[in-house]
């Protein structure tokens, strides 16, 4: 299971951080993953991070702004969310996956995605 927290309401410019946290004792076999869903659109790609924190994937929309990291001691993964913007706004979630493939372009779909957690919502004010 995964448990997301760390959204809030905050105004544009400022930071967030962003917390999931996982049930097992196999959280470092798997790659996980940040999507977001705004209100009316369809789930997006954020960020992926494979299973040893040494390879991350990022889309264009938060790169240079947005870091993933983890902690496979705490069964943890972050997102540092850095100069927010108003269209940051959506329920973030937390994804867990072995996929098949650790190419950029197969992580970026949900589909592929086994293990989701409940969703933190950030608002970001304009």
């Known amino acids: 299971q995964l448990q997301a927290s760390g959204g809030g309401l905050v105004q544009a410019g400022g930071s967030l951080r962003l917390f999931c946290t996982a049930s097992?004792?196999?959280?470092?076999?798997?790659?996980m993953g940040w999507f977001r869903q705004a209100p009316g659109k369809e789930r997006e790609f954020v960020v992926a991070?494979?299973?040893?924190?040494?390879?991350?994937y990022y889309d264009d929309s938060v790169k240079g702004r947005f870091t993933i990291s983890r902690d496979n001691a705490k069964n943890t993964v972050y997102l540092q969310m850095n100069s927010l913007k108003a269209e940051d706004t959506a329920v973030y979630y937390c994804a867990a996956t072995q996929p098949l493939s650790d190419s950029s372009h197969y992580l970026r779909s949900a589909s592929h995605f086994q293990h989701w957690g409940q969703g933190t919502l950030v608002t970001v004010s304009s």
């Open positions: 097992g004792r196999t959280f470092s076999t798997y790659v």
């Open positions: 991070i494979n299973w040893s924190g040494g390879i991350t």
